[in-house]
């Protein structure tokens, strides 16, 4: 990959994580796409970070979708901010 085309690609994934920040956090569910959105975060380490405990647990949708509660992600993003 060129070097312009590598910044294009990081400009429109922050500009997608500045869009999700603005979603308002009432209690929605967000699906993995959203909250690898908001937080920054790879599924990998997402998954990872639930296991160890240190990111909200995922709720089932149904038989093949989970989500997470809108208020859960946006307090965690909170709290690492506070903690930085």
């Keep these: ?10 400009g429109v994934v922050a500009s997608q994580r500045k ?9 929605t569910i967000l699906r993995l796409k959203q909250v690898k959105e908001i937080t920054g975060l790879g599924r990998s380490t997402i998954y990872l970070y639930m ?3 240190k990111f909200p647990k995922q709720r089932e949708l149904g038989e093949r979708a989970v989500g997470w509660h809108s208020v859960a ?7 690492r ?4």
């Design 1 to 10: 990959m060129r070097r312009w085309q590598s910044a294009r690609r990081h």
């Design 19 to 27: 869009a999700a920040m603005n979603v308002q956090s009432t209690n």
């Design 51 to 53: 296991k160890e405990g």
């Design 73 to 79: 992600v946006f307090q965690w993003v909170a709290e």
């Design 81 to 84: 901010q506070v903690a930085r």
